[in-house]
């Protein structure tokens, strides 16, 4: 490769490099506040026991307030893999 090649790779792996490091705070921020949601929405409301058990109520809004948390995780995981592989 010559050196304007090099020179170009290198800027445009370290504008990846900010890109996803935005990325990252961005995904970060969004999974802290899905996890105040979600430790939220564990509190029992009215509605949510029928008798001394809970209620199917109750557990369709766990699993509402638990798969965003997991699935924005699972973005915040591969964005650090990115991020890590282009670093290293």
Do not use: C, W
Not at 72 to 85: F, G, K, N, P, W
Request: no cysteine; aromatic share 6%; glycine share 4%.
């Amino acid at each position: 490769m010559t050196r304007e090649q090099l020179l170009r790779v290198a800027a445009t792996r370290a504008a990846r490099l900010k890109q996803l490091d935005k990325q990252t705070g961005d995904a970060y921020d969004q999974v802290q506040d899905l996890r105040s949601r979600q430790e939220a929405g564990r509190e029992i409301r009215e509605g949510d026991r029928q008798g001394q058990h809970l209620s199917s109520q109750y557990f369709q809004r766990q699993y509402s307030l638990n798969r965003p948390v997991e699935q924005t995780r699972q973005h915040l995981d591969q964005l650090i893999a990115e991020r890590d592989t282009l670093r290293y």
